[in-house]
């Protein structure tokens, strides 16, 4: 153990303590530590200006994808199919990206719960229309897509596994399979996640939706592959297995 | 990301940048004396002098290390060498003996719970110096050290001064293990430097520390059951309120491990010392009446280690959890990972870097320029160019060298904890 100072007595002169540097060095700490957080503020408020200029895009976008629809349909003609599918895989591409790393940023909470809210729900109300858009499509212009509905939550430990399996398909039929992910969580507040719900009669979830047909828990690689192979007519990725 | 690790995050964040900062802002109060500040080679008087080199198996090296002792610049009337071969059963002894009557050589026998602390109290007994040093037989003083080391204890003038550390570098460094700690030497020359200021040093290095006889003879010598029996004389002489200070010139070269083995079991030592001997002083942590010392240095010490610790435990927390959702991810696709290489993009837009968490992001940048900055004055401070080795030692010394010893603290502790459990 350790022995008592043998000299005992009275701090020593030397022994001094600089009082003025402890607190000076806490003072430009929370300097730092303030001026961090400012700047964290500022340049939230500029990426969640950013993610607004995104939906406007889209927005629009989705506006010139209706009105190509309207167009075919009103005038049965189907030699302007081919842009129509174009606009269409390309618009998909752009909302997955972008809107796919605005959710990320929910996920990761750096942004309010209000704007959260309101962003995942019209994340939702897109995707929701371009998959009707994008069924609708595929029977006037007889695209060669599967449009997959996924039906998914946050508090479900299996999702996760869904959800690779499904990137894995889309990395390999790029633009032929669109995946459309509906976040459940958001169910109270958006009426139109219960309608699409009890068309299918979802119960419980993960849930794919390929051609009407509802596929309950967690359909594995080989299953999905065969999904995906009969919807589709001669991809080249499905004859070569 | 889940709140608890957010918060230990931050709080790790902010005590580190605190530190920093004080160091920092200690540096710059004394930046322009040291610049002036010159070490003295000549002195009034030459007290007579014993260098004290403890040997266990050194053949390779106690040559150099002997004959770095002869040439200091000192009268040879003034200085003793005692060599002690302590149990030696390769030619050290045969060595020392071709010396003759140059030196005093001291033979023990080894036992079992011998340390270096035993043949240097055996030594300090027959010591006939005022003033002693110790000189490791891995370790070679320059010959102008002994008079800058003196040069301080008559500058300062002051009989509670009780050791004059000197200024550790790497002997020769050839691979990239021992240049690196030469980078990390020289850095902590700096922070002694700006340490000794402050009377605040914990530790009298193995190579070539000067020590007062009188005082470490009233102390009891050296501790003979600590493994760091160099960091335990410090913490005493600070526990009785005697002085360290540190010759920022006083050169020593020290032979640093060369592979990742002996740079393990060594630090492995160290720092199970340095836990050992805080935990031992642990009354001085925060303790006022040891001024900056106890609140500023025992605190640090003590936060460092938790520090290192959490630090560790962070870099696995975010480098595994990502590490094991790939490897789940990958065996739902059965591995087969062509579609992901044949199919990869890589782009990087704005909303990519405006992903990037700013607030924490801005604490680690100026830790990161505070670290830089005391890097580039350590080189200055010790007159080295910092590419003396090239650049590719700085990488990992920047990289994940910090790293690497915080594992080894982390060993360190949890061998601590296990060791106290069974004296238990």
Same mark, same amino acid.
């Given at each position: 153990?350790?022995?008592?100072d043998?000299?005992?007595?009275e701090?020593?002169?030397?022994?001094?303590?600089s009082?003025?540097?402890?607190?000076?060095?806490?003072i430009?700490?929370?300097l730092?530590?303030?001026?961090?957080?400012?700047?964290?503020?500022?340049l939230?408020?500029?990426?969640?200006?950013?993610?607004?200029e995104?939906?406007?895009?889209?927005?629009?976008k989705?506006?010139?994808?209706?009105?190509?629809? /309207?167009? /075919?349909?009103?005038?049965?003609?189907?030699?302007?199919?081919?842009?129509?599918?174009?606009t269409?895989?390309e618009?998909?591409?752009?909302?997955?990206?972008?809107?796919?790393k605005v959710?990320?940023y929910?996920?990761?909470?750096?942004?309010?719960?209000?704007?959260k809210e309101?962003?995942?729900?019209?994340?939702?109300?897109?995707?929701?229309?371009?998959w /009707?858009l994008a069924?609708?499509s595929?029977?006037?212009?007889?695209?060669?897509?599967?449009?997959?509905?996924?039906?998914?939550?946050?508090?479900?430990p299996?999702?996760?596994?869904?959800g690779?399996?499904?990137?894995?398909?889309?990395?390999?039929?790029?633009?032929?399979?669109?995946?459309?992910?509906?976040?459940?969580?958001?169910r109270?507040?958006?009426p139109?996640i219960?309608?699409?719900?009890?068309?299918?009669?979802?119960?419980?979830y993960p849930?794919?939706?390929?051609?009407?047909?509802?596929?309950?828990?967690?359909?594995?690689?080989?299953?999905?592959?065969?999904?995906?192979?009969?919807s589709?007519?001669?991809?080249?990725?499905?004859?070569?297995? | 990301m889940?709140?608890?690790?957010?918060?230990?995050?931050?709080?790790?964040?902010?005590?580190?940048?605190?530190?920093?900062?004080?160091?920092?802002?200690?540096?710059? #109060?004394?930046? #322009?004396?040291f610049?002036?500040?010159?070490?003295?080679?000549?002195?009034?008087l030459?007290?007579?002098?014993?260098?004290?080199?403890?040997a266990?198996?050194?053949?390779?090296?106690?040559?150099?290390?002997?004959?770095?002792?002869?040439?200091?610049?000192?009268?040879?009337?003034?200085?003793e060498?005692?060599?002690v071969?302590?149990?030696?059963t #390769?030619?050290?002894?045969?060595?020392?003996?071709?010396?003759?009557?140059?030196?005093?050589?001291?033979y023990?026998?080894?036992?079992?719970? #011998?340390?270096?602390?035993?043949?240097?109290?055996?030594?300090?007994?027959?010591?006939?110096?005022?003033f002693?040093?110790?000189?490791?037989?891995?370790?070679f003083v320059?010959?102008?050290?002994?008079?800058?080391m003196?040069?301080?204890?008559?500058?300062?003038?002051d009989p509670e001064?009780?050791i004059?550390?000197p200024?550790?570098?790497?002997?020769?460094?050839?691979?990239?293990? %021992?240049?690196?700690?030469?980078?990390? =030497?020289?850095?902590?020359?700096?922070?002694?430097?700006?340490?000794?200021?402050?009377?605040?040093?914990?530790?009298a290095?193995?190579?070539?520390?000067?020590y007062?006889?009188?005082?470490?003879?009233?102390?009891?010598?050296f501790d003979? %059951?600590?493994?760091t029996?160099d %960091?335990? +004389?410090?913490?005493?002489i600070?526990?009785?309120?005697?002085?360290?200070?540190?010759?920022?010139?006083?050169?020593v070269?020290t032979?640093?491990?060369?592979?990742?083995?002996?740079?393990?079991?060594?630090r492995?030592?160290?720092?199970?010392?340095?836990?050992?001997?805080?935990? %031992?002083?642990?009354s001085l942590?925060?303790?006022?009446?040891?001024?900056?010392?106890?609140?500023m240095?025992m605190?640090?010490?003590?936060?460092?280690?938790?520090?290192s @610790? @959490?630090? @560790?435990?962070? @870099?696995?927390?975010?480098?595994?959890?990502?590490?094991f959702?790939?490897?789940?991810?990958?065996?739902l696709?059965?591995?087969?990972?062509?579609?992901?290489?044949?199919?990869?993009?890589?782009?990087?837009?704005?909303?990519?870097?405006? $992903?990037?968490?700013?607030?924490k992001?801005?604490?680690?940048?100026?830790?990161?320029?505070?670290?830089?900055y005391?890097?580039? $004055?350590?080189?200055?401070?010790?007159?080295?160019?910092m590419?003396?080795?090239?650049? +590719?030692?700085?990488?990992? =010394?920047?990289?994940y060298?910090?790293? +690497?010893?915080? +594992?080894?603290?982390?060993?360190?502790?949890?061998?601590f904890?296990?060791?106290?459990?069974?004296?238990?």
């Amino acid at each position: 153990m350790v022995s008592a100072d043998v000299r005992g007595g009275e701090k020593p002169s030397f022994r001094k303590i600089s009082k003025d540097k402890y607190v000076i060095a806490g003072i430009i700490t929370f300097l730092i530590f303030f001026l961090g957080l400012t700047l964290g503020f500022i340049l939230e408020d500029h990426r969640y200006s950013l993610i607004e200029e995104v939906n406007n895009e889209q927005e629009v976008k989705y506006l010139s994808l209706q009105l190509q629809y /309207l167009y /075919l349909n009103s005038f049965s003609n189907d030699n302007n199919c081919a842009v129509l599918s174009t606009t269409l895989k390309e618009t998909i591409k752009d909302l997955s990206e972008s809107l796919s790393k605005v959710v990320s940023y929910e996920e990761e909470k750096k942004i309010s719960e209000k704007r959260k809210e309101i962003v995942m729900r019209r994340y939702i109300i897109d995707n929701l229309r371009y998959w /009707l858009l994008a069924e609708q499509s595929r029977e006037k212009c007889h695209l060669n897509i599967v449009p997959i509905i996924y039906f998914y939550a946050t508090d479900c430990p299996s999702c996760p596994n869904q959800g690779t399996i499904l990137s894995y398909y889309k990395k390999i039929f790029g633009d032929k399979v669109l995946v459309f992910p509906i976040n459940l969580d958001l169910r109270e507040g958006e009426p139109m996640i219960e309608i699409v719900m009890s068309q299918y009669n979802v119960t419980k979830y993960p849930t794919i939706v390929v051609d009407n047909t509802k596929y309950e828990g967690v359909v594995d690689k080989e299953e999905m592959n065969s999904i995906i192979c009969t919807s589709l007519r001669d991809s080249p990725e499905c004859l070569s297995k | 990301m889940n709140i608890v690790v957010d918060m230990i995050i931050w709080v790790a964040y902010l005590v580190s940048l605190y530190f920093s900062v004080f160091l920092i802002l200690v540096y710059v #109060d004394y930046k #322009d004396l040291f610049k002036k500040e010159m070490s003295e080679t000549s002195i009034p008087l030459e007290p007579f002098i014993s260098v004290i080199i403890p040997a266990y198996n050194e053949e390779k090296n106690i040559r150099k290390t002997i004959d770095s002792a002869l040439s200091l610049d000192y009268p040879s009337d003034k200085i003793e060498i005692i060599v002690v071969n302590h149990g030696s059963t #390769d030619n050290t002894g045969k060595i020392i003996e071709s010396y003759g009557t140059r030196v005093r050589a001291l033979y023990l026998t080894r036992t079992s719970t #011998d340390r270096k602390a035993t043949a240097m109290n055996k030594a300090l007994k027959i010591a006939g110096g005022d003033f002693f040093a110790c000189l490791d037989a891995d370790s070679f003083v320059h010959p102008l050290t002994l008079r800058k080391m003196l040069a301080l204890y008559y500058k300062e003038n002051d009989p509670e001064l009780a050791i004059v550390t000197p200024a550790m570098k790497v002997a020769e460094p050839k691979n990239l293990l %021992q240049k690196v700690q030469w980078l990390e =030497y020289l850095v902590i020359i700096l922070i002694a430097r700006v340490t000794s200021r402050m009377d605040s040093l914990y530790v009298a290095p193995g190579p070539f520390s000067l020590y007062r006889t009188e005082i470490i003879r009233k102390l009891g010598g050296f501790d003979e %059951q600590n493994i760091t029996e160099d %960091q335990e +004389i410090a913490y005493r002489i600070q526990l009785h309120h005697y002085k360290i200070k540190h010759c920022f010139d006083g050169y020593v070269y020290t032979t640093a491990p060369d592979e990742m083995k002996a740079f393990y079991l060594q630090r492995r030592r160290w720092y199970l010392g340095s836990i050992m001997c805080l935990y %031992q002083y642990k009354s001085l942590v925060a303790n006022k009446r040891y001024g900056d010392f106890g609140m500023m240095q025992m605190t640090k010490s003590t936060v460092g280690f938790i520090l290192s @610790v @959490v630090g @560790v435990l962070i @870099v696995a927390y975010l480098l595994l959890l990502p590490f094991f959702t790939e490897l789940k991810n990958l065996f739902l696709v059965h591995f087969n990972i062509l579609p992901y290489l044949m199919n990869y993009e890589f782009k990087i837009t704005f909303l990519n870097f405006l $992903q990037a968490d700013f607030r924490k992001g801005f604490i680690i940048l100026f830790l990161f320029t505070i670290g830089a900055y005391l890097f580039q $004055q350590a080189h200055r401070n010790a007159n080295e160019k910092m590419t003396r080795f090239g650049i +590719i030692p700085l990488i990992p =010394y920047f990289a994940y060298y910090y790293l +690497i010893k915080s +594992i080894i603290l982390l060993l360190s502790m949890i061998e601590f904890s296990r060791g106290k459990k069974v004296r238990w």
